[in-house]
T-cell receptor, first 118, second 113 residues
Framework: DTEVTQTPKHLVMGMTNKKSLKCEQHMGHRAMYWYKQKAKKPPELMFVYSYEKLSINESVPSRFSPECPNSSLLNLHLHALQPEDSALYLC??????FGGGSTYNEQFFGPGTRLTVL | GDSVTQMEGPVTLSEEAFLTINCTYTATGYPSLFWYVQYPGEGLQLLLKATKADDKGSNKGFEATYRKETTSFHLEKGSVQVSDSAVYFC????????????FGGGTRVLVKP
């Protein structure tokens, strides 16, 4: 199984709503990533989890709250978002043994959740 | 800092034409290089990769060679199909930098029948 799954596929929410995005992988990968992608732009890294611990936060506003309940699951909790947060949110994973392991660490991407904030 | 520059699109081609997308990089360490493809409405898929100088990555008729002397990783395909219409991202990763991917701006390719 070389698949990263994300749910929901589409999400529309108001600025006062609380919602969550979910990402799952069963490849035994120990690093998981959240990216934000605006239209016609490359993905921008938001968070990295390594061995279920947050290792990188790219100065993301606190209205985005990541969570890694176990090595296969990654959530992104959303609260009080702004319309400019509308984007495609991508999850990725790799076998991410920082400083060790294979000479490259391919990231496997999920299909994304397309988020619209009204 | 590390960066990737790739040619701006859109690139419009006829079916069976030759495709080249230029990609150059600057990196403080010794990067691995990747091409990702994103079809409309989908996530990113790894197209090919190379981990050291002179390595050639290839997949689905696409090729790219890691050229350290010119810091380039140009993508080529000899005969494109309509199904190759997508956005192509060149990217680098330096392991010591926490396996973070640095992407180029993306090149949209449109292949017409």
């Amino acid at each position: 199984d070389t698949e990263v799954t994300q749910t929901p596929k589409h999400l529309v929410m108001g600025m006062t709503n609380k919602k969550s995005l979910k990402c799952e992988q069963h490849m035994g990968h120990r690093a998981m990533y959240w990216y934000k992608q605006k239209a016609k732009k490359p993905p921008e890294l938001m968070f990295v989890y390594s061995y279920e611990k947050l290792s990188i936060n790219e100065s993301v506003p606190s209205r985005f709250s990541p969570e890694c309940p176990n090595s296969s699951l990654l959530n992104l909790h959303l609260h009080a978002l702004q319309p400019e947060d509308s984007a495609l949110y991508l999850c990725a994973s790799n076998d991410g043994t920082f400083g060790g392991g294979s000479t490259y660490n391919e990231q496997f991407f999920g299909p994304g959740t397309r988020l619209t904030v009204l | 800092g590390d960066s990737v520059t790739q040619m701006e699109g859109p690139v419009t081609l006829s079916e069976e034409a030759f495709l080249t997308i230029n990609c150059t990089y600057t990196a403080t360490g010794y990067p691995s290089l990747f091409w990702y493809v994103q079809y409309p409405g989908e996530g990113l898929q790894l197209l090919l990769k190379a981990t050291k100088a002179d390595d050639k990555g290839s997949n689905k008729g696409f090729e790219a060679t890691y050229r350290k002397e010119t810091t380039s990783f140009h993508l080529e395909k000899g005969s494109v199909q309509v199904s190759d219409s997508a956005v192509y991202f060149c990217a680098l990763m330096i392991k010591a930098a926490g396996n973070k991917l640095t992407f180029g701006g993306g090149t949209r390719v449109l292949v017409k029948p």
